[in-house]
């Protein structure tokens, strides 16, 4: 099995351009083997091999002291693809300062936040799950294939409800597939800087080049989905319920107005840039809020162009109209209200 290990290992480093010859690689990789194998009887990429199991505690790596995660990760940064077999991991997934990393999901879920932060190249295949929150700052090049966003207050690593995406300063070339947004938490000190279900934002250095194929919030107690940043595409924007929760102790939008975080909106468009949503879909009749559409701040030479909108239903506290900015860069093509 090792001989199998490290003959793969070292034809995925010549895939990826190695300068050695082979038979150097191999002494490198039968040493890396050594560092970081705690378990033979687990293919090799397999995580259980290096430590991390599913349903049992996250410790430390007995053969470098690092916590077992981390080590991972340097593992991962040395070229190694590593995979997450299906079930429960109960920590968070914190990539940091790391670079040239591939990892693989089969419907994993992580208790804590899935973080990728001043980073860059990072691929995260298959389907993922976090209980807490999927963040990026400060990166670039970021693929993700299925990520969701989860309900679960007694197993998230903090007791909580999920905070949901939030897309931040410095991310520059990112793509996912598909995200679904289960629920976004409200009411009390530790949601301050929760703002809603997908947030892409930043003052000054707001994201760039982010494509999404399809975003699905399915609950958020403060705004469904808030954008701004430069070229982003979405295929299909999803909300089904919003402004459901409460304000208190709600910090103000990145660059904006006191009291305007509070006004919650379906979907609120601001400071964005030569962009576009497809479709979008807006269900009002479970949501609360203010708007169904903020079309605030932008630039007509630059437009957001929204090709289809439907609203769907009635607001249940409020008639959720659509809000049009003297000064909005917002074009929409077809809008359409249904009632169900």
Known sequence: MKHRLIDCLVLIFL?????KN????????EKIDTEFTLHNEYDYLDVRRYGLFPGKPIGGHPKNGKNVVEALLDLAELGVPIRFPEGFYKTALKIQGRKNIKLYFNNTIFAGLVEVRNSNDIHLMGSLSTLEQFYTRDSENIQADIVFVKKDSILSINNRRPYGCSIHSGTKNLTIKKLVVEDVGSGTFDYKFVKGGLIIHGHNNEPEEIN???VIIKS???HGAYISGENIEID???IEKFGVGSGLEM???????LGDQLAFSGLWIKNCFNSSIKRTEIKLMESGGVHS????YGETFRPVVLDTVLLIGKGKGSPLNEKYSPRTGVKINF???LNE
């Open 22 to 29: 082979e038979d150097q690689w191999k002494k490198d990789l």
């Open 212 to 214: 999404i194929d399809s």
């Open 293 to 296: 559409l903020n079309m605030d």
């Open 251 to 257: 910090a103000p939008m990145e660059g904006g107005i």
């Open 220 to 222: 958020s107690d403060r």
């Open 236 to 238: 299909f924007l999803s």
């Open 335 to 337: 809008l359409k209200h």
């Open 15 to 19: 895939l990826v351009g190695c300068k």
